[in-house]
C-alpha cells in the first residue's frame, strides 16, 4: 500500500467513521477533512474535526505508520506545528510537534474491497489499468472529467510559449511566429524549423514582405537547404543566389541541412514544401499575430491559414525532382494541428494576460468545432468504448493517458475513482 492510498481514503472519507476514537479513547468527529495539498508541507489544509467537547481547525498529516512522523523529520519541523490530528494505518508511535505537544492520533479502517479494486489497477497490464472495467462508469461523468482536464493538456503548451516569450523579451509576435514555425515541421522536423525561425526574426522578413520569392530565398537559405551544388534546376539556383546576397547584407548564417529529416515521411510532409507554405504564409499576412487574435470564428483563421505554395511547388516536393502537377494547398489536417498546439494555447495565454475572457471562451470553442484528432491512441480509445466526437475530447483522452493512466495516477482520475469504489467488481 501507498501512503497515496491513505490521502484518498481521507480525501474521499471512505474509512469508517462510526464511532470513531483517537488513539486516546476520546471521541473523534469529522466535520470537515480539509484540503488536499499536493505540495510541501501537511497533506491536508484547513480542517475541522471534534474531539470530544472541543472543536479544532488546522491541517491534518497522514502516514502508514505513526513512526513515518519523526522519519520525515516533522518533529522539528514548525510548519507541522499546526496539525491537529495524526492519520495513519498503523500507530506504533506517540508523535509530537517541535514545541513539544502532543498531536491526537487515529487509526482509519476501510473496507477491503476498496484496496483490492485499487490494487488490481496498478498490478494491471493492460494498456490502460482499467481498460476491462470502463463500463462500470457513466460514459457522462467521463465526458465532464475529459472536458476538465483538457485544460491541463492547454497549460502545458502553454509552458512552452512562456519560455519562448521570457527569450523574446515578452514579444508576443515573434513568439508566435517561432511557434508557427516549431509546428509546421511537425513532429519530425520541429527542432530545424524552430531554429530557422530564431535564427531569421520577423524584422528581416518584413522588409521583404512583398515578394515571396526573396522570402523563400531566406527561409530555404537559413534550413541550409541551399547548398553549393553546381547543377539545379533555374528556380533552385536564382534561390541561392538571391539568399547568398540577403545573407550577406543581415549577416545570417544558416542551421545545417543534415538536421532535416525526409526518410520514410510521405512527400506531402517533405520539410521544403513545409518551408514553401510558411513562405506563403508569411508572405500574405501583415501582422498575423493581431489578425489571428483579432479572428472571430473558424472561418476567419482559414482565411489567413488556407494558402498554397508557389507554383514551382505544383510540380515538386523537393528541389530538382520533378513530380505530377498538383497544387500545394494547406491541407485540412495540418490546419487542424496549428490551431490545438498554437493558436488554441496563444488564445488561452494571451486572453489571460490581457484579462480577455472571450479569447480563452474562444480556445475551448475552437476544439470543440474541429473535429477529434485521427491517430492511434484515439483510435484505441474508441475500440475500448470511448469515443471522441471533437477535438476538445481528444485532447482529453490524450492527456488522460500520457498524464494519468501512463503514471498511474487511478486515484488522482474520475474514472479510476469510480472502479475503486465500485463494490462490485
Known amino acids: 500500500m501507498k501512503e497515496e492510498f491513505l490521502h484518498f481514503i481521507w480525501k474521499h472519507q471512505l474509512f469508517q467513521k462510526d464511532s470513531l476514537l483517537t488513539e486516546?479513547?476520546?471521541?473523534?468527529?469529522?466535520?470537515?477533512?480539509?484540503?488536499?495539498?499536493?505540495?510541501?508541507?501537511?497533506?491536508?489544509?484547513?480542517?475541522?474535526?471534534?474531539?470530544?467537547?472541543?472543536?479544532?481547525?488546522?491541517?491534518?498529516?497522514?502516514?502508514?505508520?505513526?513512526?513515518?512522523?519523526?522519519?520525515?523529520?516533522?518533529?522539528?519541523?514548525?510548519?507541522?506545528r499546526n496539525t491537529i490530528l495524526h492519520?495513519?494505518?498503523?500507530?506504533?508511535?506517540?508523535?509530537?510537534t517541535d514545541l513539544g505537544s502532543a498531536i491526537p492520533e487515529?487509526?482509519?479502517?476501510?473496507?477491503?474491497?476498496?484496496?483490492?479494486?485499487?490494487?488490481?489497477?496498478?498490478?494491471?497490464?493492460?494498456?490502460?489499468?482499467?481498460?476491462s472495467k470502463l463500463y462500470q462508469v457513466d460514459p457522462f461523468r467521463i465526458k465532464f472529467f475529459l472536458n476538465g482536464i483538457v485544460v491541463?493538456?492547454?497549460?502545458?503548451?502553454?509552458?512552452?510559449?512562456?519560455?519562448?516569450?521570457?527569450d523574446t523579451k515578452q514579444d508576443w509576435g515573434e513568439t508566435f511566429y517561432c511557434m508557427l514555425a516549431r509546428n509546421f515541421g511537425l513532429r519530425e522536423n520541429t527542432l530545424p524549423f524552430e531554429m530557422v525561425a530564431r535564427s531569421l526574426p520577423q524584422s528581416v522578413l518584413a522588409h521583404h514582405h512583398d515578394s515571396l520569392f526573396q522570402i523563400e530565398a531566406l527561409l530555404f537559405g537559413q534550413a541550409g537547404l541551399l547548398g553549393d551544388e553546381l547543377f539545379g534546376d533555374d528556380y533552385y539556383i536564382e534561390l541561392r543566389n538571391e539568399y547568398y546576397f540577403l545573407?550577406?547584407?543581415?549577416?545570417?548564417?544558416?542551421?545545417?541541412?543534415?538536421?532535416?529529416k525526409f526518410m520514410r515521411m510521405h512527400p506531402g510532409n517533405f520539410p521544403t514544401l513545409r518551408l514553401a507554405q510558411f513562405a506563403a504564409l508569411v508572405h500574405h499576412s501583415r501582422g498575423l499575430f493581431s489578425a489571428v487574435m483579432e479572428a472571430n470564428n473558424l472561418d476567419?483563421?482559414?482565411k489567413l491559414f488556407m494558402l498554397s505554395a508557389s507554383s514551382y511547388w505544383d510540380t515538386h516536393y523537393s528541389f530538382n525532382k520533378p513530380s505530377v502537377n498538383?497544387?500545394?494547398?494547406?491541407?485540412?489536417?495540418?490546419?487542424?494541428?496549428?490551431?490545438?498546439?498554437?493558436?488554441?494555447p496563444f488564445y488561452f495565454l494571451f486572453g489571460d494576460n490581457q484579462n480577455k475572457l472571450i479569447l480563452k471562451d474562444r480556445a475551448l470553442e475552437i476544439l470543440e468545432q474541429l473535429p477529434a484528432e485521427n491517430n492511434g491512441a484515439i483510435a484505441r480509445w474508441a475500440k475500448a468504448g470511448i469515443t471522441a466526437t471533437n477535438a476538445l475530447e481528444s485532447q482529453g483522452l490524450l492527456q488522460l493517458q500520457r498524464n494519468y493512466c501512463e503514471q498511474k495516477r487511478c486515484l488522482d482520475c474520475t474514472i479510476g475513482h469510480k472502479i475503486i469504489t465500485h463494490e462490485l467488481v
Open 24 to 80: 486516546d479513547g476520546e471521541p473523534l468527529q469529522i466535520l470537515n477533512p480539509g484540503r488536499h495539498n499536493s505540495h510541501a508541507g501537511p497533506d491536508f489544509f484547513d480542517a475541522r474535526i471534534r474531539i470530544g467537547e472541543t472543536l479544532w481547525a488546522g491541517n491534518i498529516e497522514i502516514h502508514l505508520k505513526a513512526s513515518d512522523w519523526n522519519k520525515h523529520g516533522h518533529q522539528n519541523d514548525p510548519v507541522y
Open 87 to 96: 492519520v495513519v494505518a498503523a500507530p506504533d508511535i506517540q508523535v509530537y
Open 300 to 302: 476567419d483563421l482559414k
Open 152 to 166: 491541463e493538456r492547454l497549460m502545458r503548451k502553454i509552458e512552452t510559449i512562456q519560455v519562448l516569450l521570457a
Open 106 to 131: 487515529v487509526v482509519i479502517k476501510w473496507p477491503e474491497w476498496i484496496e483490492r479494486n485499487y490494487e488490481l489497477l496498478i498490478i494491471s497490464h493492460d494498456w490502460i489499468s482499467c481498460a
Open 326 to 344: 498538383q497544387k500545394k494547398v494547406f491541407g485540412n489536417q495540418i490546419f487542424n494541428l496549428i490551431l490545438i498546439n498554437v493558436v488554441v
Open 247 to 260: 545573407a550577406g547584407k543581415y549577416g545570417l548564417k544558416p542551421v545545417e541541412g543534415h538536421l532535416w
